[in-house]
């Protein structure tokens, strides 16, 4: 009776080749087959690391077909390693289906721990750690943009999400309007030769970034919402908009201070705002 393989998830460094592990390499060489999101840099790494070997491809736009065969390969009892091009597997990057259709078929599923941007960018950043959310890669545009957001508005924990330096200023820009001005991090090209972790609220670094695009790998990671600012009721959001309306404020910078105020979701304090001015 055959016995089945095993998926090796192994993370693999971010920039800097020394951060790989020991173990990372050993499975490295002991896989009957490797996987990678790029072969060319799984080829550069394995060099490397002294390992003459090639990896086929799974990445976005194939890892469906390749979960099948990997799960296939599992059950003739072939041990299989999986590594993105960077960091650890399934982390938005290709990997998540590898790992369902190994689960499926009776496989072991075991990562290999390493380099993670995420919770480099996080320990780094100078924010709480004790609680935090992982949010990929925010909508480009349109209302599940605005949605995803208002979402991530009412999280009281620390926020990091990824990024494209072409849409960072903007997306701080969008986070401030939401969220309101939080504390952030912007960190860039973690572990490589121009590493580097800026600090701000999420106004200064949208208005720093705006005409001077940052280069490289991006980690955003914001400042989650206050708890205590989630025992504010509509009515007293209600009164502190009735204030602000009678000292003459729109409706839409009414709305906006009672949402850098409270860290609410702006869409239930703009509400509030247009029921006490009468339109609601």
Same mark, same amino acid.
Not at 33 to 43: G, H, L, M, Q
Not at 136 to 161: N, V
């Given at each position: ?6 998926? /090796? ?71 299989? %390693? ?41 320990? %780094? ?6 609680? /935090?959310? /992982? ?26 999400? /990824? ?5 960072? &200023?903007?997306?701080? &820009? ?16 973690? $572990? ?13 670094? %949208? ?42 404020? $729109? %409706? ?29």
């Amino acid at each position: 009776m055959s016995t089945t393989g095993t998926l /090796f998830v192994i993370a693999v460094p971010l920039g800097n080749p020394r951060d790989i592990s020991a173990r990372a390499i050993e499975t490295l060489r002991m896989a009957d087959d490797v996987y990678s999101e790029d072969t060319r840099s799984a080829a550069r790494l394995l060099r490397e690391v002294g390992i003459e070997r090639s990896s086929r491809s799974c990445f976005d736009g194939n890892e469906g077909q390749r979960a099948e065969e990997i799960a296939q390969a599992l059950l003739g009892g072939r041990n299989v %390693a999986l590594v993105s091009e960077a960091g650890t597997p399934a982390v938005s990057d290709p990997g998540f289906r590898v790992v369902r259709a190994a689960i499926a078929v009776g496989a072991r599923v075991v990562p290999v721990p390493g380099a993670s941007a995420p919770l480099c960018a996080l320990v %780094a950043s100078g924010l709480p750690t004790d609680r /935090f959310f /992982f949010a990929g890669f925010p909508p480009r545009k349109g209302g599940g943009r605005r949605e995803f957001f208002q979402m991530l508005s009412r999280i009281p924990a620390t926020l990091i999400l /990824f990024e494209s330096p072409v849409r960072v &200023a903007e997306t701080m &820009a969008d986070l401030a309007e939401v969220l309101g001005d939080r504390q952030a991090c912007l960190a860039r090209e973690i $572990s490589k030769t121009h590493e580097e972790f800026v600090r701000g609220t999420l106004k200064e670094l %949208a208005g720093r970034y705006e005409d001077e695009r940052p280069l490289g790998e991006i980690t955003l990671v914001v400042a989650g919402v206050d708890p205590a600012a989630n025992v504010v009721d509509d009515e007293e959001l209600g009164r502190r908009a009735q204030m602000m309306l009678n000292a003459g404020n $729109s %409706a839409r910078d009414v709305t906006r201070m009672l949402v850098e105020e409270t860290g609410l979701p702006r869409k239930r304090v703009y509400g509030v705002v247009l029921g006490v001015r009468g339109d609601g």
